[in-house]
């Protein structure tokens, strides 16, 4: 039996699924030694003392995701840097060695407390990866890892979401020692084992990861689903005859998953509200815009799945000011979507059928909702849906999946009938629900991406660099003052895109090094990657990748800038 066959029960979406109900939006909140240091990913040498939030308010966090409209909360326990938020006995490097609430503190705790008062549920994740712990890559780290599971899911009460994700082992730094430890994926986390342990103590928690078993992983950072997105899927191992897990998985497959997939694993899309998932003060004003989350909820929420909003307190211990007021204007847009009620039918058909809606009056609309009654599974493949108007029928809507739900935007349409044409279906029949709305139409445009970090007025943008191997060169005709420097990656080009880097400075001659390290998550999240380090003056640079994501001839970049003074 496969590891999803003994956690999910195939077509049929799990009890813990269903009842999840209008709960389609919560956070994922990011605070830890990343908070202080300004990365992304830890290497895992970072000082504990550093961690000392002194303004920390667990209520204030909970209470600004209640306000905007988010039904729970899943912490991040531990990130891969392997600093443990709560007092842990599997590892000293935990919250009792830092100055926070005078080494007696245990966050996770005061975090649980919190959503119980003002009705927020709990999930949990702990990373599995650990570039702090002596024992990673080795047999004897899985013991810690499940242990630290244990003492979650024994200790702070009910959770929702289980979280787990595909980031693991290879090149790391790992307590600054800069070894290479390699893991076999595909069962190091022996996940069989690690899973029960979640389902054991808390049958409740939907599991996630890349492949399930309960909710899936779509493949991006960027909170979307496939617009046909299926909720039933059959995750894949990039290994033929190996069996697929979280990091071990065709995770572009879960953007759309499949009409016929064995498993009912609906995506849940996952997106930051900042650039980073960490804080960062100087993305204070670069939050996701309304009309981006109005796009990203309708490629999550919309195309049958859930949405997950990464939020980060700042350095005192609190969500800033910009995201509070941000998380409020979501609520309303969350709200926006879910009225307008023009009209709602309801009806079953098998394949083939037509279902006709006599309104009985003319009326508007601009955004068609649906869901299937999924009891037997998943059922529709294809569907047409055409409006009366004057007289005369016209196609506005087409697609294939519909799952839990499906939200089909459309140009405001006026009609006085509609029908609805099921074209294929896996089932003999399909039941559906449907209703017209008309929602303010400027929650239906589009809005590009923020530029973010490259529109800050001490960012100074390159020409191409004169290419050396894998170095990218410059000389500068004046001197440049500079603290920093913005590499941004060309997303899906990873051949070439570096992951380790050097970062040198010419002055007077001499090339010295300004600084070195790690790009974080840039497959996931290929964000500008931002690098600062003490000011100096300098008649040139050269940025040289030390390891790459995959193999290339040249190092691959997309822009690249100086912050300079």
Known sequence: MSILEQFNQGRVPAERILRRGSHSCYAILHFGLNTFTGKEWG?????????????????QIVCACRDGGLSGIILVCKHHDGFCLWPTKTTPYNISRSPFRGGKGDLVREVADACRKYGIEMGFYVSPWDRNHPDYGTPAYLDVYQEQLREIYSGYGPAFEAWFDGAN???????GARETRRIDPSVYYDWGHTWKIVRDLRPEAVIFSDIGPDVRWPGNENGLAG????????????????????????????????ADGRFFIPPECDVPLRPGWFYHPEQDALLRS????AQIYLRSVGCGGFLNLGIAPDRRGVLHENDVRRL??????????NSGNAAAMEFTLSAGEVAVEEFGREISFNLIDMAEDLSRGESVTGYAIEVRHNGEWKEVVSGKAVGLRRMKPLPETSGDALRFRLESACNSTAALTLVCRLVPGNLLQSDTANAGLLNREDYHELHPGE?????????FATPFSLHGFLFTPVPEHWAGTPDKFRFEILTGGTWRTAAEGEFANLRANPIPQQVLFPQASADGCR???????????????????LLID
């Open 43 to 59: 290497y895992g040498d970072e000082d504990p003392a550093i961690f000392n939030p002194a303004a920390f308010d667990a209520e």
């Open 169 to 175: 082992g290879g090149d790391g730094f790992y307590g």
């Open 227 to 258: 617009r046909e997105a299926f909720g039933s899927y059959t995750p894949h191992a990039p290994v033929a005859g190996k069996e697929p897990a979280p990091g071990f998985a065709c995770c572009a497959e879960g953007e759309n998953g499949h």
């Open 290 to 293: 309304i009309p981006q989350l």
């Open 328 to 337: 409020r204007k979501f609520r309303k847009m969350v709200e926006a979507f």
């Open 467 to 475: 290419k050396k191997g894998m170095s990218l060169e410059w000389r």
């Open 543 to 561: 940025l040289t990748a030390l390891h790459c994501l995959e193999p290339g001839e040249a190092l691959v970049c997309g822009s690249f800038g």
